[in-house]
Structures are given as C-alpha cells and as structure tokens.
C-alpha cells in the first residue's frame, strides 16, 4: 500500500491485481471473493485496484460504497465478476465504476 505524506490531501491506493509491474501471481492463488468483513476494514482507501484477478466473482458493494474515501475501484479483465442487474464493471475506468457500485447501492442493494 502506497500512502502519500506530502501537504496533499491523503490518498491511500491498495494494489491487489495479480499482474502488478512485474510480478505475476499465478491465477489459481487469486481469491475467488471480497468478504463483506475485508471490505469494511479498508477505511481509509481511495484507489483499488483489483484488475485481472480471473478467479474474482463477488465483490461486496454496499461495505465498498460506505468506505467514505473511496475514490477508484478497478476490476478490468475480472471475467467471472458478475454483477446484479447485469452491469459490466470490467470494462470501466476505475471512477465510473464508483458510480456504478453508489448507484447499484442505492437502488438495488438496501
């Protein structure tokens, strides 16, 4: 995690894609899931980044929309992420994806 200390305002970016820079974690190591229990405990971020995780199917969107920094969310190239209502997140930039998850909040999920 890479949180910057200048007189900016904080920004917080947690990069768990399995194809970071250099290294390569073997898809079959990728988690399946985001437990409602991890998402809650990532108060503070503002940039996730989840992409080409092959193996990712779930995503909890209401613990992710009440993270109240939370800025980006990535998941391009998350084949088996499937969405309620049908949306394609994996084919977004990393702020309509909010968009998408704060909509999905309130309409579909409460």
């Avoid at 399946?32 to 969107?61: D, T, W």
Wanted: net charge neutral.
């Amino acid at each position: 995690m890479h949180i910057n200390h200048s007189r900016e305002p904080p920004t917080a970016h947690l990069n768990a894609s399995p194809a970071c820079g250099d290294r390569q974690i073997p898809h079959f190591l990728c988690a399946r899931f985001i437990s409602e229990y991890a998402a809650s405990n990532l108060n503070g971020i503002v940039f996730l980044n989840l992409s080409y995780n092959l193996h990712l199917a779930k995503l909890p969107v209401k613990e992710f929309c009440g993270i109240d920094t939370r800025q980006e969310l990535s998941c391009r190239g998350c084949s088996a992420l499937i969405i309620k209502g049908g949306i394609d997140l994996t084919s977004l930039d990393g702020k309509e994806t909010i968009k998408v998850c704060v909509f999905m909040e309130s309409r579909w999920l409460s």
